[in-house]
Structures are given as C-alpha cells and as structure tokens.
C-alpha cells in the first residue's frame, strides 16, 4: 500500500514539473490523474488497488461514529433515568481477527465506546472479555460487535 502512494504522489510531481505550474491545484489533478492510470494497471501490483482500503478505512471510522453517537445516547438515558434499572455484566467474545493490530484496534474501538470495556484478551488473542454498563441479550451484543466493528476491519486487513 505505502509503495502505491508513494508511486502516486510521483505521478503527481512529475505532473506538476510537466504542466511548469507549481501550485497545489496542479498537484491535486496530478494525484488524480496518477490514481486513474494506477487503478488502469491495477492488476500489475502484488497488493490490492490502495483506494479500496483507504475506503474501508473512512468506512470504519463512520461506523465508530454512529456507534459511539447511538452509545452515548443509550448511556444518557439510563443514567437519567430517575431509577437504574440496568444490567452490568462480563460476557467473552470470540473474535476471528488474527493480527495483533487487529485485535488492539478491536480492542480500542469497544473501550472508545461508552458502555464498554474490554478487560481483558486471553492468552490466544481469540476470546475479548467485555464489561458492559447494560446488557440485556449477550447474543445481540455480541453480534453487534461481529457486524459492525469485526467486519469493517477485516475489509481494512485484506
């Protein structure tokens, strides 16, 4: 991936040495028309297209922000709620990534969330310990973490 931005950031330089204009603007549409030739000879490079991971990316961090919006309005409620009427708990979640950066931006994506924690990660990196301040069905929290954040980074490490 570092190698195709560095290969489109030559593209644009030698854009902008070719038009004679050294401004950002001729930069710009260099970086364009360099993306456009590398996703034409795509197929040549060992990794996959660079642009589809940056959008998983922006992707991911979409998801963390509705999530974390929608946790924090679910932790507004309870504790305005005139009588605390949830359910803390400890449930374990078996987790299918495998890189250690993975399962650290898992990790950090759950406890960045209000209402969670992760306490612990076994010795395997396989199963997430999760406190969370309300939990009613472990099966909807826990398929809740596979489908949002466990899958956008799994696009991401393709």
């Known amino acids: 991936m570092s190698f195709q931005i560095l290969l489109n950031a030559v593209l644009a330089v ?3 040495f070719l ?4 401004d950002g603007s001729t930069f710009i549409i260099g ?6 030739i590398m996703f034409v000879f795509r197929h040549f490079f060992n990794d996959r ?3 589809s991971r940056v959008i998983a990316v922006i992707r991911l961090l979409l998801i963390f922000a509705r999530e974390l ?3 924090n309005i679910s932790v507004l409620k309870v504790v305005l709620k005139p009588k605390l009427d949830m359910q803390p708990g400890i449930f374990a979640f078996e987790t299918m990534l495998t890189k250690d950066w993975e399962i650290t931006v898992l990790s950090n994506l759950i406890t960045l969330t209000p209402g969670t924690l992760v306490v612990e ?3 395997d990196n ?5 406190h969370a301040m ?3 069905d472990k099966a909807e929290a826990v398929d809740s973490i596979k489908h949002t954040f466990e899958k956008a980074i799994m696009e991401v490490s393709k």
Do not use: H, M, P
């Not at 970086?31 to 456009?36: A, D, E, K, P, Q």
């Not at 396989?126 to 999760?130: F, M, P, T």
């Open 126 to 130: 396989r199963i997430l310990y999760i």
């Open 49 to 51: 297209f660079y642009l």
């Open 121 to 123: 990660v076994s010795a």
């Open 14 to 16: 030698t854009w902008i």
């Open 31 to 36: 970086y364009v028309l360099g993306l456009c």
């Open 134 to 136: 309300d939990i009613a």
């Open 19 to 22: 038009k004679n204009e050294f």
């Open 69 to 71: 919006i929608s946790s």
